[in-house]
C-alpha cells in the first residue's frame, strides 16, 4: 500500500500551483462580485496543457486520469478560488474530456478532443430537472428518434456553463420511466451544439441568481422539437445509464476535491487571523475555543483527502468506485462547510465583512451539503447499498 502520489499527480500540483501563485484571495473576491469566468487563470491553464491532463497523447493531451484532475481542482481550489474552482475542472475536463475519452466514438474523440485539451471547446453537462429533481432516473426530456435524428423536448434546471459551452451533454429519456425495466434502462446521452441549437431557437437558457459560485452561472435551459443526428449519441442508445455513472462519480470526486480546497482556504485564512488578532492581551489562537475547532477541522480535511485519492485511484483503474465517491463527497463538503463556519467564528464580528473573504468561503461551502447531491441521498446510499438498511422507500 503506498500513500505517495505518483510523479504526474506531483507535477500537476506543481504546475497548477506556480500559475495560481499570481492569482490572490482579492482576484477570486473580484471574480466572484462581478460575477465573471476567471478568464486570465483559464488561459493560463490552457496554454500550460493543464485542460487537456485526461485527454489521451494522441489527441493532444497529457493521458492522465481522474486522480490529476483531482489534485489540480485541489490545487486551484486550495489557492484562494475555492468553491468557484469546481467549474473549471468539472465542466470541461470532466463533463467532456473524461466522458468522451472513455465513452466517446471515434469520430467524436477526433474532432472535440484536441480543442478540449487547449480549452478552446468548453463543455457543460445536463441532468436534472425541475419535477425530477436528485431522483435522476425519474427525468422526463424525451429523445424519440426520426430517421438518422432525434427529435428532443423537455426542461433541465441548474444547470451550469451554458453561457461558454460549445457543446452540452444532455441526458433524456428515450425509454419512458414507466416502461423501463430495470428503471436505468432507456436513458441515452447526446452530445448537443450549443450555439446551433440557440440560433435554430431550440434551445433557450435562462439563469438562475445565486447566492454564490457566481463566476459560472446556472442556468433553467429549456428544449423545444431539438433535433440531433443519431451520430451524436455517447455510449448507446437506452444503455446511457453506463456512461451517466460515468460521469457522475467523476463529478463527485471533483466536487470533494474542490470542497477539500475550499477547506483549506478556510483553514489557512482562520489560522492567519487567529495567529495575529489579540484580545486580553494575547492572539486569539492561544484559546483553546478558537485553537480546538480549527484543530478539527484539519483532521477532517486529512480524511477527507485520503477518499477523495482513493475514489479518483479507482475510477482510473475501472474499480467499483461509487461508495468511496460518495463517502470523498460526503466527507469533504462537511470539512468545507465546518472550516468555513469555523473561520467565521475566529473572525467574529468582522467576518460579516465583505472586506475578508470569510462571506465568499461561506455560501461557497454551503452548497455542497445539497448540491449535486444531497447529503441525505448520500447517507441513504450508504445505509441501503453499503450497510444493507431497508429501503425507506
Known amino acids: 500500500m503506498d500513500f505517495t502520489l505518483p510523479e504526474s499527480a506531483l507535477a500537476v500540483q506543481r504546475g497548477i500551483a506556480d500559475i495560481c501563485a499570481r492569482y490572490d484571495l482579492d482576484y477570486w473576491q473580484r471574480c466572484e462580485s462581478e460575477k465573471r469566468w476567471p478568464q486570465e487563470v483559464w488561459e493560463e491553464l490552457g496554454k500550460g496543457g493543464w485542460l487537456g491532463l485526461a485527454v489521451p497523447e494522441r489527441f493532444g493531451g497529457g493521458g492522465q486520469g481522474l486522480l490529476e484532475l483531482a489534485v489540480a481542482t485541489e490545487t486551484i481550489s486550495a489557492s484562494g478560488a475555492a468553491g468557484g474552482s469546481a467549474f473549471t475542472y468539472v465542466l470541461t475536463p470532466g463533463f467532456g474530456a473524461l466522458t468522451l475519452t472513455r465513452h466517446g466514438t471515434d469520430r467524436q474523440r477526433e474532432e472535440l478532443l484536441p480543442r478540449l485539451a487547449t480549452g478552446e471547446l468548453e463543455t457543460c453537462f445536463a441532468l436534472t430537472e425541475p419535477d425530477a429533481g436528485s431522483n435522476s432516473l425519474a427525468i422526463t426530456t424525451s429523445a424519440r428518434r426520426e430517421g438518422d435524428e432525434f427529435v428532443i423536448n423537455g426542461q433541465k434546471i441548474w444547470i451550469t456553463g451554458v453561457q461558454r459551452a460549445a457543446w452540452m451533454l444532455l441526458v433524456t429519456r428515450t425509454v419512458p420511466v414507466a416502461e423501463a425495466r430495470p428503471r436505468s434502462h432507456g436513458l441515452t446521452v447526446f452530445l448537443v451544439n450549443v450555439p446551433e441549437a440557440v440560433a435554430a431557437g431550440r434551445l433557450s437558457f435562462q439563469p438562475i441568481p445565486k447566492m454564490g459560485a457566481n463566476t459560472t452561472p446556472s442556468n433553467m435551459v429549456f428544449i423545444d422539437d431539438l433535433r440531433v443526428p443519431a451520430a451524436n449519441v455517447v455510449g448507446e442508445v437506452d444503455q446511457g445509464a453506463a456512461v451517466l455513472w460515468d460521469i457522475l462519480n467523476p463529478e ?34 492561544a484559546n483553546q475555543a478558537v485553537a480546538f475547532p480549527l484543530a478539527q477541522v484539519k483532521a477532517k480535511i486529512e480524511l477527507a483527502r485520503l477518499m477523495i485519492y482513493k475514489a479518483a485511484w479507482s475510477f482510473d483503474r475501472r474499480l467499483p468506485c461509487g461508495t468511496e465517491a460518495n463517502i470523498a463527497k460526503l466527507t469533504a463538503s462537511q470539512a468545507a462547510w465546518e472550516a468555513a463556519d469555523a473561520a467565521f467564528q475566529t473572525h467574529g464580528g468582522m467576518a460579516y465583512s465583505l472586506e475578508y473573504p470569510v462571506a465568499r468561503l461561506l455560501a461557497d461551502a454551503r452548497i455542497g451539503r445539497v448540491a449535486p447531491v444531497t447529503e441525505e441521498l448520500l447517507l441513504n446510499y450508504l445505509a441501503t447499498q453499503v450497510l444493507g438498511l431497508p429501503r425507506g422507500f
Open 252 to 285: 463527485r470526486v471533483l466536487l470533494a476535491a474542490s470542497a477539500l480546497g475550499g477547506a483549506e482556504v478556510a483553514l489557512r485564512v482562520a489560522v492567519q487571523y487567529a495567529k495575529e488578532r489579540e484580545v486580553f492581551g494575547r492572539p486569539i489562537g
